[in-house]
């Protein structure tokens, strides 16, 4: 897929497709077969302006380096490997690129390159072979036995072909030239450190309900924040756990050394980001990676989704109607344990979302069928982007991995913009029955049902709204002070479910139906006799 000097200069080995998204695999980097013993040079491979350079002090030590040069055409794969030949003796392995991003006209996509590296284990989808990604986040990183670069995992450098992983994100009209540097570096190996991981427990206040963001983006990736300044972040925003959420990554899950306590519970999981749609991976075992190198036409999704349930965790489509290339959610529901509806701060894509997820319910609620809870996260990055906004508000047994997980799997959860908001909602009928959040209310279908929804710490001039599979029925303000109680009456021959929301003032004030932001919402309560 380059073009016709390229390919001569490079060895181009042609497409390749696995039951994968499609790979070009490039022609091999070759160094020397033992540590240099003095100056020396070699021959660089690429568009015929590749180099090679060697160093070295004669006693095994000392570094090669070897840059490659190439342009990739609009329509490449998703997935370029440039295998590169690592002798014995290597400690460490320096990568760096670059690319031309040549100014286009609007609404033309420009060049967007990632990278990441894959070990002499192979590439193979889904094998042991990943030694980290970091996307389009960094311009270099490197890999020895006792560090590495954040998004890379420590480990020694076995000889053997390892592969650097190019991935053309976009590509523009004339091409995406680019450019990649490796360097090998001799000597001892060094020890690799066991990795030190979050407890699955913390002290917790037993029974209740507990505040967490589980979409969160460290150094690890594409964030700007380490891991401690996400911690006190989430211990700012009052929150009780939070899930380490990296791209493609399982890295920072030996990043939180110290940062846990009997307040802040740390899941490891991680944001797998393909190019048909990104999914949350809450509470994996730590230390696990999910391959995403896959298309919803490679028909992967459902064994990967097998895999993140086998470790422990969710999968949970993120912003699913988001806009962004490759963001849009295309493997559809039926291996989700919960979708994301409410994404960061408020924007019409949470609104897109949230309807689309309550299309589910109409369809699943009286059919028995399992259906999906809805939940949000703020997708933080950098400041001034706010941890904790918005929260998924969990009723759990306790404070712990195990119990979290049972109640967001249950939907025994609500979505809060902040510490400040809480929300208690349920419905009661027949004989002294009730049910909360997430459970179903168990009567016939002409008895009388109360559903009532009490709202604190609400920003002034919001409103509550009970909504059924009809629409929203039933819309109240609150007090000004933005505490309030809201009943409601119905059947469940009139209401499948219910749910809440909490929204503010509209924000385009004298549209007719036009509502407002995102306060609250909760998961649904099920009314009448059939599980769900």
Request: proline content about 7%.
């Given at each position: 897929m380059c073009n016709d000097h390229t390919e001569h200069a490079m060895g181009r080995r042609g497409l390749l497709v696995t039951g994968a998204a499609a790979a070009l695999t490039l022609g091999t980097v070759s160094f020397a077969n033992a540590a240099p013993s003095g100056n020396g040079s070699g021959?660089?491979?690429?568009?015929?302006?590749?180099?090679?350079?060697?160093?070295?002090?004669?006693?095994?030590?000392?570094?090669?380096?070897?840059?490659?040069?190439?342009?990739?055409?609009?329509?490449?794969?998703?997935?370029?490997?440039?295998?590169?030949?690592?002798?014995?003796?290597?400690?460490?392995?320096?990568?760096?690129?670059?690319?031309?991003?040549?100014?286009?006209?609007?609404?033309?996509?420009?060049?967007?390159?990632?990278?990441?590296?894959?070990?002499?284990?192979?590439?193979?989808?889904?094998?042991?072979?990943?030694?980290?990604?970091?996307?389009?986040?960094?311009?270099?990183?490197?890999?020895?036995?006792?560090?590495?670069?954040?998004?890379?995992?420590?480990?020694?450098?076995?000889?053997?072909?390892?592969?650097?992983?190019?991935?053309?994100?976009?590509?523009?009209?004339?091409?995406?030239?680019?450019?990649?540097?490796?360097?090998?570096?001799?000597?001892?190996?060094?020890?690799?450190?066991?990795?030190?991981?979050?407890?699955?427990?913390?002290?917790?206040?037993?029974?209740?309900?507990?505040?967490?963001?589980?979409?969160?983006?460290?150094?690890?990736?594409?964030?700007?924040?380490?891991?401690?300044?996400?911690?006190?972040?989430?211990?700012?925003?009052?929150?009780?756990?939070?899930?380490?959420?990296?791209?493609?990554?399982?890295?920072?899950?030996?990043?939180?050394?110290?940062?846990?306590?009997?307040?802040?519970?740390?899941?490891?999981?991680?944001?797998?980001?393909?190019?048909?749609?990104?999914?949350?991976?809450?509470?994996?075992?730590?230390?696990?990676?999910?391959?995403?190198?896959?298309?919803?036409?490679?028909?992967?999704?459902?064994?990967?989704a097998r895999e993140v349930r086998r470790a422990g965790g969710l999968v949970v489509p993120a912003h699913p109607h988001a806009t962004c290339i490759g963001c849009n959610w295309k493997f559809g529901f039926g291996d989700a344990d919960a979708v994301e509806v409410w994404n960061g701060p408020f924007t019409p894509e949470d609104e897109v979302a949230l309807a689309s997820w309550d299309n589910t319910l109409v369809s699943s609620a009286r059919s028995g069928r399992p259906w999906t809870?809805?939940?949000?996260?703020?997708?933080?990055?950098?400041?001034?982007?706010?941890?904790?906004?918005?929260?998924?508000?969990?009723?759990?047994?306790?404070?712990?991995?195990?119990?979290?997980?049972?109640?967001?799997?249950?939907?025994?959860?609500?979505?809060?913009?902040?510490?400040?908001?809480?929300?208690?909602f349920g419905a009661s009928g027949g004989r002294g029955q009730h049910a909360g959040i997430g459970e179903r209310l168990r009567v016939a279908d002409d008895a009388p049902v109360t559903v009532r929804l009490e709202v604190t710490g609400a920003p002034a001039g919001s409103s509550a709204r009970i909504v059924t599979e009809q629409g929203t029925l039933h819309t109240a303000a609150l007090p000004e002070s933005g505490s309030g109680t809201v009943e409601w009456r119905t059947t469940a021959e009139y209401a499948t479910y219910v749910r809440a929301e909490v929204r503010r003032p509209p924000a385009v004030p004298g549209v007719p139906g036009l509502p407002g932001p995102f306060v609250a919402l909760t998961n649904p309560v099920f009314l009448g006799g059939k599980g769900a």
């Open positions: 021959n660089g491979i690429g568009t015929g302006n590749g180099d090679g350079t060697g160093t070295g002090t004669g006693d095994g030590t000392g570094t090669e380096t070897r840059t490659v040069r190439g342009t990739l055409p609009t329509g490449s794969p998703d997935f370029v490997y440039l295998p590169v030949d690592v002798p014995r003796g290597v400690r460490e392995i320096r990568v760096s690129y670059s690319y031309e991003r040549p100014t286009v006209p609007a609404g033309t996509q420009g060049n967007a390159l990632d990278i990441g590296i894959f070990d002499e284990r192979g590439t193979e989808l889904g094998g042991n072979g990943f030694r980290g990604w970091s996307g389009g986040a960094r311009t270099e990183f490197f890999i020895r036995a006792d560090e590495a670069t954040p998004g890379y995992l420590p480990g020694p450098v076995r000889s053997g072909k390892w592969h650097v992983a190019l991935g053309p994100y976009t590509v523009a009209p004339e091409g995406l030239p680019y450019e990649v540097t490796i360097t090998l570096t001799y000597g001892a190996p060094g020890s690799t450190p066991r990795p030190v991981h979050p407890p699955e427990r913390a002290k917790g206040r037993g029974r209740a309900w507990y505040r967490g963001d589980c979409h969160l983006h460290s150094v690890h990736s594409d964030g700007r924040r380490t891991p401690a300044e996400i911690a006190a972040g989430a211990r700012a925003a009052g929150l009780d756990f939070i899930n380490t959420s990296e791209h493609n990554t399982s890295s920072a899950h030996g990043a939180w050394d110290g940062l846990w306590g009997d307040d802040l519970l740390i899941l490891t999981g991680e944001e797998i980001t393909t190019r048909n749609g990104h999914v949350v991976a809450i509470g994996m075992d730590a230390g696990t990676f999910v391959d995403w190198r896959y298309r919803a036409r490679d028909n992967r999704f459902g064994h990967y809870p809805a939940m949000g996260s703020s997708d933080a990055h950098r400041d001034p982007d706010p941890i904790g906004t918005p929260q998924t508000v969990v009723l759990a047994d306790e404070l712990s991995r195990e119990a979290i997980l049972a109640g967001i799997r249950a939907g025994r959860s609500y979505i809060a913009e902040s510490a400040a908001v809480s929300v208690t």
